[in-house]
């Protein structure tokens, strides 16, 4: 293994000057210090055509984990480059789930001759993993699950152990089933072999025991993890029959892409869009939002044009305007964030929202206040105006009490509507306070200016 103080920039520069140098020794040298995970996140940070390079020297008996761990678009990069015997190579061996997370990636030809080459246990294992929806426990879980029943002794399940000749890897807990299936307890590893051998699995087994449904969603199950400080859970289906198993693994990779899709969504990019995509798709990508953004703001110019004439008479309105906008929108930014994350904790539901709602608005009438005082003070002294100064302070007030309420009503909504408020939140949040902004200081101003 590399040393832990190299960083991803130092193995970047060293990949970099190998394969400018054709030396590949030092390319194997590189990747043989690897992780698979550590390769994954190389590639992922090389153009196109090192990347391709690099991953023809990526040893053929870690391809299928190295096609686990990198994102979706770059996986069908990489695919494109493999032939069929080695991406059916790389997937053999695979465990259900991890190969189901792929499987519908692969080229339909090589699809089909993995099935037609797998056993009919293994078929029927990963027909049903995929028949799960794409964000649930079901896709998550593993099946490797050692089930033992509650009735036999300490020994038997010993002998049944070695008999296994090997343990599934993150195994500390056996499954614990009745004669048909049904999930009963767990019994921990370190009971098995710290207590005599005559005793029954039903005297030691914990019976309180979390399980996880199989619908449950992937986001849910990764709170329930940090919350119940779990390592690994039962997965069962509606009637209780155990099905496989979940692991910290797997609820570490979910975290690190609900993150990922967070912040990547708050600025209308997919969370899958590899950093180093050609020019032309990626611009298509970036376009759609970048017109939603124009349209919001010719809406705000719309506004400002209702205006003309006040604007014309009083320049200072055209000096202080921007100022409403945007102390509305950095408002209304800092309550959109803690819904948003709220949201995705689950911390916000139908029965304490119009709770926060009240905070929110009481928060927003106190830095109202407070800053347009400031601000208000600041333009008497630059225009030498009262007028001015007053009408400025009052539009502060309204526009930030409309972002708190916006940044508050804004996720509460679209989430209702199926949508991400991550994704869309901002965009409408900006027009809001943008509109609300430059409506009330150039409205107040024309009514009693003009």
Not at 51 to 67: F, N
Not at 145 to 168: G, H, N, Y
Not at 201 to 230: C, G, P, Y
Request: hydrophobic content about 50%.
């Amino acid at each position: 293994m590399a040393e832990t103080t190299e960083t991803l920039e130092d193995r970047l520069s060293r990949i970099h000057r190998a394969l400018g140098d054709e030396h590949l020794e030092a390319v194997d040298a590189v990747l043989d210090d690897l992780e698979p995970a550590e390769i994954a996140l190389l590639l992922e940070s090389l153009p196109p055509a090192a990347r391709i390079r690099l991953w023809q020297r990526v040893p053929g008996e870690v391809d299928g984990e190295v096609l686990l761990h990198v994102h979706d678009e770059v996986r069908s990069t990489l695919l494109d480059d493999m032939d069929h015997e080695e991406i059916v190579a790389a997937a053999t061996g695979m465990d259900t789930a991890d190969l189901a997370e792929i499987f519908e990636d692969l080229p339909q030809q090589v699809a089909e001759d993995m099935l037609r080459s797998m056993d009919a246990l293994q078929r029927e294992r990963l027909e049903e993993t995929l028949s799960f929806e794409e964000d649930s426990a079901g896709r998550l879980m593993r099946t490797d699950t050692i089930a033992v029943r509650s009735d036999v002794s300490l020994e038997t399940v010993c002998r049944f152990l070695r008999w296994k000749e090997s343990i599934p890897d993150n195994t500390h807990l056996l499954m614990v089933v009745d004669r048909d299936g049904l999930f009963q307890g767990t019994l921990p590893m370190a009971r098995l072999i710290s207590h005599p051998p005559e005793m029954a699995v039903a005297d030691l087994m914990d019976h309180e025991v979390d399980s996880i449904r199989v619908d449950m969603k992937s986001r849910d199950v990764a709170t329930l993890f940090q919350t119940h400080d779990l390592v690994s859970a039962p997965v069962v289906d509606e009637a209780g029959l155990l099905l496989g198993r979940i692991v910290i693994d797997d609820i570490v990779d979910v975290i690190r892409e609900d993150s990922e899709q967070a912040l990547m969504n708050m600025a209308g990019l997919d969370e899958e869009e590899d950093l180093f995509a050609p020019v032309l798709p990626s611009a298509k990508r970036r376009a759609v939002w970048l017109g939603i953004n124009l349209i919001t703001a010719f809406l705000a110019a719309w506004v400002i044009g209702r205006f003309e004439d006040a604007l014309d008479q009083i320049v200072a309105l055209a000096v202080l305007m921007p100022i409403v906008a945007s102390m509305g929108g950095i408002a209304g930014s800092q309550t959109l964030t803690l819904a948003i994350r709220g949201l995705a904790l689950g911390q916000i539901s139908s029965t304490n929202s119009a709770w926060l709602l009240r905070k929110e608005v009481g928060i927003a009438i106190l830095n109202g206040v407070l800053w347009a005082l400031v601000v208000a003070v600041l333009a008497l002294l630059w225009f030498k105006s009262i007028a001015i100064g007053t009408i400025i302070g009052a539009a502060l007030v309204i526009n930030m009490l409309a972002a708190g309420i916006a940044g508050i009503v804004i996720p509460l909504l679209l989430k209702r509507a199926g949508i991400d408020p991550a994704l869309s939140g901002s965009v409408i949040l900006t027009t809001v306070t943008d509109v609300v902004g430059f409506m009330s200081f150039l409205g107040l101003a024309t009514y009693f200016l003009l």
